[in-house]
């Protein structure tokens, strides 16, 4: 079968088109911290357990704010959120905490039905680990993993946006 030339210019644009934007879907994906500079700063607040293993929400933003300062990725008003959870348990003299990092923002789902679309969390960035020490030095320790999970973000940040 034969196609005019018109029609396989059409096919022809229409094949750079899909192509062009899968491109540029996927250098998004490919380098999701491109265009941050700023985020919001936001510490989950710390409960009794915390308090009992030594760990502060100053030492926590201290730990962030040490290691942000070298790229100039401070905290801001955008809509980027830098978000950190810590969760301790003390038991028996030893300190187990889960910590997590993540930046993320909301956007707005496209819906193709004609209906208002909704807010959707998009993750930009995450990662995180569990750590347990004697109760002794836990808190230093959560505040040097924090700031571990920082050189990382800050890392991947200066590799997407170079």
């Known amino acids: 079968m034969m196609i005019s030339g ?13 192509a062009g934007a899968w491109y540029a879907s ?14 919001t700063l936001l510490i ?10 030594g760990i502060t929400g100053t030492a926590l933003k201290d730990a962030i704010e040490s290691e942000s300062g070298e790229a100039s990725f401070r905290a801001g008003e955008k809509a980027v959120t830098l978000y950190l959870r810590v969760s301790t348990l003390p038991k028996d003299g030893n300190c187990f905490s889960s910590i997590d990092m993540e930046a993320y923002y909301f956007g707005v789902l496209a819906r193709t039905d004609r209906r ?7 993750e930009l960035w995450s990662n995180g680990t569990i750590l347990i020490t004697r109760r002794g030095q836990h808190a ?9 999970l920082m050189r990382g973000l800050m890392q991947d940040w200066r590799r997407d946006n170079s």
Not at 44 to 53: G, H, K, Q, R, T
Request: aromatic fraction near 2%; proline fraction near 4%.
């Open 6 to 18: 018109n029609r396989t210019r059409a096919l022809g644009l229409l094949l750079c088109a899909i």
């Open 26 to 39: 996927s250098q998004a994906a490919e380098r999701p911290l491109a265009g941050v500079g700023d985020f």
């Open 44 to 53: 989950e607040s710390l409960d009794e357990d915390s308090a009992a293993c």
């Open 116 to 122: 208002a679309g909704g807010e959707a969390k998009v």
């Open 140 to 148: 230093p320790e959560v505040a040097g993993t924090v700031r571990q």
